[in-house]
């Protein structure tokens, strides 16, 4: 027989073998070990085996509030355009390793927000390029590219607008990292809009005047998502930056952790007008003026060492 | 190059690409199903989404804040059947909603009297009968919020 008449029949077959390990072995995460509830009751009829290998695979994603939605919590809370406690768009140049891009990133696009929630047009295309420098520093590809400056530029009365092209950018650069597997970096980008999400509205706050401060309610209600970040961050432990960022992050939680949330238990709701769910539930903070300098002095610590 | 080679290479290409452009497709369903789907609630700008097997489960961990409208979107491409979410209080496992008992709705429009940290369950159901090879196909979770 003719072995070359053979090839193609073998390099299809391997071709099938390989592709079909790569098609079920991408995109698996850690166990789960969870705690049971809210699981699902099996369905179907897939073989045991196959259903072994699934739940051992389940996969996690931690989500914490993006630049965005970060300056939108601030700005309804009632918050004012302060310019001077955004990072200036002049210190582009000083970042030079992937860390501080991706930190940075993070933070100018926090102020891209900041600026264009408040209309503050100039800065919002200022900060835009800023950004711009750190993501493709970072030669995240397409995320934010001559046409969006362009689109931004066209749009620049158009507060929706606007918002809709910085969503659209900070998904492009989500989606860019965590296709080429740099979680980490993604990680490391929101931490960073993170911190100084809270540098802005820390600084925002009367310290005398704590009590009943909308602002003061949106900083505790970050404790909530402490553990998500450090569970985000210890997901990257091959990523010497997001290891750095954490420790960071853990600092911050020990002083969170002196702040005390008290939560009732939650009850769902249904508005059958408006298929609308109210999730009731009563809550109470506590937080002392002294545990609020500390929190903010060592915001004000990790944000310097960020921009510097 | 002889044919060997060049049936080697071809190979090797294959594995490199195809995971990318699997993702690639995959952002693409994102933004133009599920992300288009949120309006008139603002995206937020995370991106969650990943290629998922019948029978597969997954979980997303979030704060929602009090005083702002949600949508949660849970997006499931056409080869894959309706995708069974459920929405969880962390603090005691507690079912806030399940969408198998909204006709497998792919939305959840809520608020909140009081900042909370919620678990998002997904699962891709197997269809009846017997499955010999799950189906795989995009699965994405995205938010969109507004103003109370």
């Known amino acids: 027989m003719n072995r070359n008449l053979l090839l193609p029949g073998r390099f299809f077959l391997l071709l099938f073998v390989m592709l079909g390990f790569i098609l079920t072995g991408c995109n698996r995460g850690p166990k789960s070990e969870g705690d049971g509830s809210g699981e699902f009751e099996a369905s179907g009829t897939i073989d045991a085996e196959t259903q072994e290998q699934l739940n051992t695979a389940k996969r996690i994603f931690y989500s914490l509030p993006s630049p965005l939605e970060t300056a939108m919590l601030i700005k309804n809370a009632g918050a004012e355009y302060n310019e001077d406690l955004m990072n200036p768009t002049a210190n582009t140049s000083r970042y030079i390793t992937a860390k501080s891009k991706a930190l940075n990133l993070g933070i100018y696009s ?56 910085i969503s659209e950018t900070l998904m492009n650069s989500s989606s860019f990292l965590k296709e080429n597997d740099l979680e980490g970096t993604a990680s ?36 909530l998502s402490l553990d998500i970040m450090v569970s985000l961050l210890e997901s990257s432990p091959e990523d010497p930056d997001a290891q750095a960022v954490l420790a960071d992050v853990k600092t911050l939680k020990t002083i969170f952790d002196k702040i005390t949330i008290d939560q009732g238990e939650v009850t769902a709701v249904e508005d059958p007008e408006t298929n609308v769910t109210t999730l009731k539930s009563e809550s109470s903070i506590e937080i002392t003026p002294e545990v609020f300098i500390e929190l903010k002095t060592k915001v004000i610590e990790i944000r310097s060492s960020y921009i510097s | 190059m002889t044919k060997k080679g060049i049936l080697f290479l071809s190979l090797v290409a294959c594995m490199l690409t195809l995971p990318v452009a699997l993702n690639a497709q995959c952002k693409q369903f994102a933004k133009n199903t599920c992300k288009a789907g949120l309006e008139p609630y603002q995206h937020d700008g995370n991106y969650h989404a990943a290629l998922l097997i019948e029978g597969e489960e997954a979980e997303l961990y979030k704060t929602f804040y009090s005083e702002r409208d949600y949508r949660i979107g849970v997006c499931g491409a056409n080869n894959l059947s309706s995708i069974e979410f459920k929405v969880v209080d962390t603090r005691n496992g507690k079912v806030l909603y ?51």
């Open chain 2, 98 to 148: 399940d969408n198998s008992l909204h006709d497998f709705d792919w939305k959840w429009d809520f608020n909140l009297e009081s900042s909370q940290q919620l678990k998002i369950v997904i699962k891709v159901p197997v269809p009846d009968g017997n499955v010999d090879e799950p189906e795989e196909g995009c699965v994405a979770i995205m938010f969109g919020s507004q103003d109370d």
């Open chain 1, 110 to 165: 926090t102020d891209l927000s900041y600026a264009s929630l408040f209309d503050q047009n100039q800065a919002t295309l200022n900060y835009i390029e800023a950004a711009k420098k750190m993501a493709d520093g970072l030669n995240i590809l397409n995320a934010i590219d001559e046409e969006t400056i362009t689109r931004l530029e066209e749009q620049i009365n158009n507060r929706d607008a606007i918002i809709d092209i």
């Open chain 1, 188 to 223: 490391v980008i929101l931490v960073g809009g993170w911190i100084e999400g809270l540098y802005i509205a820390t600084n925002l706050v009367d310290e005398n005047d704590l009590e009943g401060s909308k602002l003061v309610e949106r900083i505790v209600d970050q404790k």
